[in-house]
């Protein structure tokens, strides 16, 4: 029988920073273990069936999917999350929309609506962190709705509740406290569209027009009609949109219009309030 330290030597991924990585990510999901375990016991030998699913996994990342796709689920926050071809995975940077969403309403009790939810990431790690809080995620794929329920359910969290709505379409005379959305930004001509991992992701997650704008434009001029007094706004957005982004949220009445920086330094989020 081949040993764990064998199949990761043959693992043969191409050349990349992540490759071994990825490799003991596979070969841990199919023994059911963690990577730790497959450092301390390189030598010991892997069953038939785990080695078969693990070189059917190696195939499936060799294509370039991603292993947040293969395996079915990837960590955001302090959470485990399943994810699915039809959502975006969630990212690192995402949790900064998060963090700062924390920063700005008390903890004591409020609405929050969370629009575009996918996997519910956004809306679960903020029902986890403010239990006073009630926190409804919506998504217009319904398949997308359904996944975040079963998040939300794994994970217990009775404060959170998710629904089909294309934005605010399925949410007339609703009124929120503050109003969070990481939504598609990428400008439709984007050349990283077609490199790495995203290739894998669903285009309605990602591309929002010619500027990447056309979703962020219509959240803008909607959420004034659910905020309450006073309520904030937050938006991820691209590197390079946070001007355009302050400019369209200052146009359209927002005050306290500011952007925040990501891990890499790019202004990552703005948002405003409104009164
Ligand atoms: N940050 C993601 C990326 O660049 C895009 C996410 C989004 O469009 N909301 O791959």
Same mark, same amino acid.
């Given at each position: ?64 999917? @991603? ?7 990837? *960590? ?79 994970? *217990? ?25 990481? @939504? ?11 490199? *790495?991992?995203?290739?894998?992701? @669903? ?73």
């Amino acid at each position: 029988m081949p040993t764990i330290e064998s199949l990761l030597h043959s693992a043969d991924l191409p050349d990349s920073p992540s490759a071994r990585l990825d490799a003991e990510w596979l070969l841990a999901a199919a023994l059911g273990k963690t990577a730790s375990y497959l450092r301390t016991w390189p030598e010991r030998e892997v069953p038939p069936a785990c080695a078969e699913r693990f070189a059917t996994d190696l195939a499936r990342r060799r294509q370039g999917e @991603p292993i947040a796709y293969i395996l079915g689920r990837q *960590g955001f926050w302090s959470l485990e999350l399943e994810v699915a071809a039809d959502t975006l995975i969630p990212r690192p940077d995402t949790e900064l929309l998060v963090e700062t969403a924390l920063q700005l309403i008390p903890a004591t009790s409020a609405r929050v609506l969370d629009l575009g939810t996918g996997t519910g990431a956004i809306a679960l790690a903020l029902a986890a962190e403010c239990s006073a809080w009630q926190v409804c995620g919506v998504d217009r794929i319904e398949s997308a709705v359904a996944l975040a329920e079963r998040n939300r359910v794994r994970l *217990g969290l009775e404060n959170a509740a998710f629904t089909v709505s294309n934005w605010f379409a399925g949410l007339q005379g609703e009124r929120f406290q503050m109003i969070v959305s990481n @939504p598609p930004y990428i400008p439709a001509s984007d050349p990283h569209l077609q490199k *790495g991992d995203v290739r894998f992701e @669903p285009q309605s997650a990602l591309v929002a027009g010619v500027d990447g704008l056309d979703d962020i434009r219509s959240i803008i001029s909607q959420a004034p009609a659910h905020l309450q007094a006073g309520g904030w706004l937050l938006l991820e957005h691209g590197y390079d949109q946070a001007e355009a982004v302050r400019a369209l949220l200052v146009c359209q009445g927002f005050e306290d219009v500011q952007s925040r920086l990501d891990l890499g330094g790019h202004e990552r989020i703005s948002l405003g309030r409104f009164s």
